[in-house]
C-alpha cells in the first residue's frame, strides 16, 4: 500500500549525463515537492507543484527542472549533474488546506555522480 | 524570512533516559508545527503534529511536543527512550502565508545507548 513512490531507489549517473528521477502518487493529492538531503542536513525545497502550477524555489539552479504530465506523477530532471548534485532526492504530496499541510514522503532517490 | 532552530546536532542518551529535542521558529504569524522523524535507510514519517487548539500534542511511539507561543518553541520530549528511537528528528514549520510549504530544521541525530 505504498503512497509515494520513488524510482529507482538508487541511480548512478556520469558527471554531466542528463539524469531523470520519478516520483508517483496514489494519494491523489494535488501538491507535489521535490527536496534535496544531503549527508545530516535538512530536506532543501528544490521546488513543487500546486495541480499544475509550477513553483521554483529562488535559489534552486537552473539545472534542476521539473514535470507534472498529470496529478499522479512529478519528475525531477538534472540537465547536466555535477559532483555536488549527489544527494538524497525526496519527493513528498500534501493536500492544501487550512489544516492539511502535512506532508507524506516517499522513500528517496540516492543519486550519485561518478 | 522563516527558519527553524534545532540546537542540539548530537544528542547521545541511554536506553530508559528522558529525552528532550529543542526547536524554535521565527515567525510571527499563525503557524502549523510537525516533527518527523528519518529512521536508519527509512523515509521520512511524521511524528506528531500541531495545527491549533491544546498546546501539548501527544504523536505515535510515545512522543510528544508542547507548543509555547511566547518563546516561538515547539520541544519534543520523551519520558523513557528506547534504543529504537535511534533516528534523526527534524522539526518543521508551515507559515499560513506561504501556502503549502514548510521549512525544516537542520535535525538531531539522536542515539541510544542499549
Known sequence: DAMVIQNPRYQVT?????VTLSCSQTLNHNVMYWYQQKSSQAPKLLFHYYDKDFNNEADTPDNFQSRRPNTSFCFLDIRSPGLGDAAMYLCATSIPGTQSYEQYF???TRLTVT | AQSVSQHNHHVILSEAASLELGCNYSYGGTVNLFWYVQYPGQHLQLLLKYFSGDPLVKGIKG????FIKSKFSFNLRKPSVQWSDTAEYFCAVNAYSSASK???GSGTRLSIRP
Open chain 2, 63 to 66: 512522543f510528544e511536543a508542547e
Open chain 1, 106 to 108: 516517499g522513500p528517496g
Open chain 2, 102 to 104: 514548510i521549512i525544516f
Open chain 1, 14 to 18: 556520469q558527471f554531466g549525463k542528463p
